[in-house]
């Protein structure tokens, strides 16, 4: 089991999911190459993206509809979107 490491005022200090999920983007499509403008309106992108998803989903737990459905039903409509990608339509 990992511990989780602690500030300097005890509070538990957990790593930033998005921020690690944007790095492995970013390092994926090779956007280092890319102008700092370009990268600043990327990640800008990326997490308005994280922030809209978070919004339905702290919307949604506020309903008695949140669940596993919910979950599979955004998780597939960002799927179907990549695939678009990858093949071209989006």
């Known amino acids: ?10 509070a538990v200090m957990l ?9 492995s ?3 994926e499509i090779g956007l280092e190459a890319a102008h700092l403008v370009q990268r600043q309106e990327m990640k ?3 997490y ?5 998803l978070l919004d339905i989903v702290m919307a949604e737990l506020q309903t008695d509809t949140f ?9 597939d409509e960002i ?3 990549a695939d ?6 989006e």
């Open 48 to 52: 308005a993206g994280a922030l809209g």
């Open 1 to 10: 089991m990992h511990s989780v490491p602690a500030a300097d005022d005890g």
């Open 84 to 89: 678009g990608v990858v093949a071209g339509r």
């Open 25 to 27: 983007f970013s390092d």
């Open 79 to 81: 799927r179907d979107f």
């Open 67 to 75: 669940g596993t459905a919910m979950i599979e039903r955004l998780h």
């Open 15 to 23: 790593k930033p999911l998005i921020a690690q999920h944007w790095q």
């Open 44 to 46: 800008r992108a990326f």
